[in-house]
Every structure is written in structure tokens, then in C-alpha cells.
């Protein structure tokens, strides 16, 4: 049970890891767009 609690919050960890990342990949693109726009 530990293990799989373990692997558990490493999985929910990455994913978080990658959805943040992919976040301020959003934004760095859209700051550059808007940048450029102004």
C-alpha cells in the first residue's frame, strides 16, 4: 500500500509538474505576442 501511495503522488506530482509547465509556456507566448502587438 505505501508503494503504490508513493507512486501515487509521484504520477500527481509530475502531471502537476507538467501542466505548470506548459502554463507558463502558455503565458511566456503570450506575453511575447502581446508585447509585439504594443
Known amino acids: 500500500m505505501d508503494s503504490r501511495s508513493v507512486f501515487g503522488c ?3 506530482v509530475s502531471l502537476i ?3 505548470l509547465h506548459k502554463v ?3 503565458q511566456n507566448t503570450a506575453g ?3 508585447a509585439r502587438a504594443s
Open 24 to 26: 507558463s509556456l502558455v
Open 10 to 12: 509521484d504520477v500527481t
Open 17 to 19: 509538474n507538467e501542466v
Open 32 to 34: 511575447e505576442s502581446s
